[in-house]
């Protein structure tokens, strides 16, 4: 009877799961979900204090598996492009830590502050969030294969989100980064094979991070999620989450951009 519960519950079991991203919303929610599932657990950030906070939270909720091996975190600052690549080859190997990583997934984005308007955008503003969220991803593939088996019941998975498919005004800057996510995300799969690659699209999620960055607007946002969602309200880092243990479960998925967007394409 275990081992039939097993068959399901416990694919990621002692499974190495690095989250780069994963101090808050929802790479923190893929942290709290991964640790459910007795995966061991990476969580990578930028800022030292909020990654210590995050591993912190991480170990009162989770006790039974926040034992030093079981349960790490290290920062990486994404935005750094001259020392990104001896960065990166750092926390894979920290995340190995002699062994061989399982499952990667990026959730990182540079959302402090938002988007700025087209007529203030910068050279600078739109190469740092390039380097975020597209090279960053890219650079962290070109290194998984020396820590991670190329086999199908590993996987690499990357975040895109729902405004490239129907943007705001405003988002000109961000959303030709999302799409080349999705784009690259397929060439990777190609490139890694049989490594599974893939995207989790999500829509408008409210995290701590867009709570803090809307100040006085959040219930204005969470009023206008609603009106552009068909299941009535905005998501949730934990609803998200989902998505991203599917992926690491189903062995048969590649080269696919899952989307958790309640719904909004259709309104």
Same mark, same amino acid.
Request: without cysteine.
């Given at each position: ?14 499974? +190495? ?14 942290? !709290? ?6 995966? +061991? ?32 975190? +290290? ?45 203030? +955008? ?67 799969? @190609? ?20 709570? !803090? ?26 609803? @998200? ?11 048969? @998925?590649?080269?696919?951009?899952? !989307? ?8």
């Amino acid at each position: 009877m275990t081992g039939q519960a097993g068959k399901y519950v416990g694919r990621l079991s002692d499974k +190495i799961v690095l989250i780069v991203g994963g101090t808050s919303g929802i790479g923190y929610a893929v942290a !709290e979900a991964a640790l459910e599932h007795n995966a +061991i657990v990476i969580v990578t950030g930028s800022n030292p204090v909020k990654l210590e906070q995050a591993v912190s939270r991480l170990k009162l909720s989770y006790p039974s598996q926040s034992s030093k091996t079981r349960l790490r975190g +290290i920062t990486i600052d994404l935005a750094d492009a001259e020392n990104m690549e001896e960065n990166v080859q750092s926390v894979l190997r920290f995340s190995a830590n002699g062994a061989k990583i399982n499952h990667v997934i990026i959730t990182a984005a540079d959302m402090m502050p938002p988007p700025p308007p087209l007529a203030e +955008i910068t050279v600078h503003s739109v190469e740092r969030s390039g380097r975020i969220r597209y090279t960053a991803p890219l650079i962290f593939a070109k290194y998984l294969p020396q820590f991670m088996d190329r086999a199908s019941e590993n996987s690499l998975t990357l975040t895109s989100g729902a405004h490239g498919h129907k943007p705001d005004p405003g988002w000109s800057a961000i959303i030709g980064y999302l799409g080349a996510v999705e784009t690259m995300m397929k060439g990777l799969a @190609v490139d890694l094979k049989p490594l599974r690659v893939n995207v989790v699209s999500p829509g408008a999620v409210m995290t701590e991070v867009v709570r !803090e960055m809307l100040g006085p607007h959040y219930d204005m946002a969470i009023q206008m999620a609603k009106e552009k969602s068909l299941v009535g309200g905005a998501g949730t880092p934990e609803s @998200v989450a989902q998505a991203y243990l599917y992926l690491m479960k189903d062995q048969f @998925v590649t080269g696919t951009v899952l !989307e958790s967007n309640g719904g909004l394409m259709l309104v």
